[in-house]
C-alpha cells in the first residue's frame, strides 16, 4: 500500500488546514479535540457545516449526477482527519450513512428530495438501530412496522435507544420489522423527527454526552419514505456499518490524546525530577506510539480496500476495535501517571490538564460501544475473518 498523499491531495490538506486555522471558534471546535464531535447540534455547527458544503467539501464522492465531484474517496478522508484534529463536528451520517445509501438504493422522491439537502449541509439525521433487547445484535431488532394498504405505507410502533441525535435531528433513518425473518424481515425508513407519535427521552452517557430514547406510537410512514426494497434493511445496514467504523471514527482524536499525554510529561515532575526522566514512563509512552502507528496503518487498510469498492468489514472491525482500546489505554496510561488529583474533574482549579483526561478516561468507555461494540468486532474477525465457527 501507498501510505503518503500525492502532492494534489497535499494541497488539499494544505486548503483545509488553512481554512480551520482562519475559522477557528470555541462554538464549533471542541478545545480537547480527542473527544470525536460527531453532531451537529448548535446553530453555530450547522453554519460551520454549511460553510464547508460551499467549499465544495461534502459529497465529494459523490457522482456528479448528485451534486458530487467523483472524486477519490481519500479526499473524504482527508476531510475527515483534518475536522477531527480541530474538534469539529463530522459529516458522516447524512453524507456517509444515509446519503450514499440513498444514492445506491433509494426510490427517485428520496434522491430529489433528500441528496441536495445533504450535500449543501441543510439537514442532520438521527439514526436508529439499537433496542433495548438488540443493542450489540441489531438484528434482533423488534420494533414493528405493520402495513397499512389503506393509506398506503406502515404503522411503526415500538421503542429505540441510543439514539445520540434525536433530540435536535431533522429526519430519523430507523431499521424496524417488517417480516419473521431475523435478517430478511427489516426494513429501513425515513421518518420526520417533528412526526406527533414520536417521544423522546433524554439519557446522560458516563461520558457527559447525551444520547435518547425514542418511543414510536402508531408513527405513520409513507412507501415513498421506505429506503429500498422491504426486507432488505439488514443489508442496507451493514454496508453503512462498515463506513461508519472508519469514516466516523478517525484517527485524529487518539493522536490528540497521545499529543496531550505527552505535552503534560514534558512539562510535569515526580519528586522534583522531570517525568520525562522516569524509566517506566518512557517506555509507556514510547509502547502507545508504537501502537498509535499500528492504528494508523489498519485504518489505511480499509480505505485502500473501500478505494477499490470492496467492503471492508473485516478491516473495519480491525481497526475500530484497536482504536477504541488504544483511546482506552491513553487515558488510562494518562490517570497513571498524573496520579490522584487525575480524577479531579474539568473546572477544577487543582485539575492537571484542565480535567482534560478525567473526562476522556470516562468518554472512552462510550467510544467502545458506537459503531458496534467490541465484542461485535471481535465477532466479525473471528467468523468472517478467521473462518471460526460461529459460537452457539
Avoid at 480527542?34 to 459529497?59: N, Y
Avoid at 426510490?107 to 450489540?136: D, H, M, T, V
Avoid at 524509566?279 to 485502500?304: F, M
Amino acid at each position: 500500500m501507498q501510505f503518503n498523499l500525492s502532492a494534489e491531495e497535499q494541497a488539499f490538506e494544505d486548503e483545509v488546514v488553512a481554512f480551520l486555522e482562519a475559522n477557528r471558534s470555541p462554538d464549533v471546535m471542541d478545545e480537547n479535540p480527542e473527544h470525536l464531535s460527531q453532531t451537529v447540534e448548535t446553530p453555530a455547527k450547522r453554519a460551520f457545516m454549511r460553510k464547508l458544503a460551499e467549499k465544495g467539501w461534502l459529497g465529494m464522492s459523490w457522482p456528479k449526477e448528485y451534486g458530487g465531484q467523483e472524486r477519490s474517496g481519500i479526499y473524504d478522508f482527508i476531510l475527515t482527519e483534518a475536522l477531527s484534529r480541530y474538534g469539529c463536528p463530522q459529516p458522516g451520517k447524512g453524507v456517509g450513512i444515509v446519503g450514499k445509501t440513498i444514492i445506491r438504493h433509494g426510490n427517485e422522491e428520496l434522491k430529489r428530495y433528500f441528496l441536495p439537502r445533504i450535500i449543501r449541509g441543510e439537514i442532520e439525521f438521527a439514526i436508529g438501530y439499537s433496542e433495548p433487547q438488540a443493542g450489540s445484535d441489531a438484528a434482533a431488532m423488534e420494533l414493528k412496522a405493520t402495513r397499512d394498504d389503506e393509506r398506503g405505507g406502515w404503522v411503526l410502533s415500538g421503542h429505540k435507544i441510543w439514539t445520540t441525535s434525536a433530540h435536535f435531528a431533522d429526519w430519523y433513518w430507523v431499521g424496524a420489522r417488517t417480516g419473521p425473518h431475523k435478517y430478511k424481515g427489516i426494513t429501513l425508513f425515513l421518518v420526520p423527527m417533528d412526526h406527533e407519535g414520536f417521544e423522546i427521552h433524554p439519557t446522560w452517557t458516563i461520558g457527559d454526552e447525551r444520547t435518547n430514547e425514542v418511543f414510536f406510537n402508531e408513527v405513520f410512514v409513507p412507501d415513498s419514505h421506505v429506503v429500498g426494497e422491504v426486507g432488505e434493511g439488514w443489508t442496507y445496514i451493514c454496508e453503512a456499518l462498515d463506513l461508519e467504523r472508519f469514516a466516523m471514527l478517525p484517527v485524529g482524536p487518539v493522536e490528540m490524546k497521545l499529543e496531550g499525554l505527552v505535552g503534560h510529561v514534558r512539562e510535569a515532575t515526580l519528586d522534583g525530577r522531570p517525568l520525562a526522566e522516569d524509566p517506566v514512563v518512557r517506555h509507556e509512552i514510547a509502547t502507545l506510539a508504537a501502537e498509535l502507528e499500528v492504528a494508523r496503518k489498519l485504518q489505511r487498510k480499509v480505505i485502500s480496500e473501500a478505494l477499490k469498492d470492496r467492503a471492508p468489514t473485516v478491516e473495519a472491525a480491525m481497526y475500530k476495535l484497536w482504536q477504541s482500546r488504544l483511546g482506552q489505554k491513553i487515558a488510562n496510561a494518562a490517570l497513571d501517571m498524573m496520579g490522584p488529583d487525575a480524577q479531579l474533574k474539568p473546572g477544577e482549579p487543582e485539575a492537571p490538564v484542565g480535567g482534560r483526561f478525567e473526562r476522556s478516561y470516562r468518554y472512552t468507555v462510550v467510544d467502545t460501544i458506537g459503531g458496534g461494540t467490541s465484542e461485535v468486532q471481535k465477532n466479525i474477525i473471528a467468523r468472517r475473518g478467521l473462518g471460526l465457527p460461529k459460537n452457539f
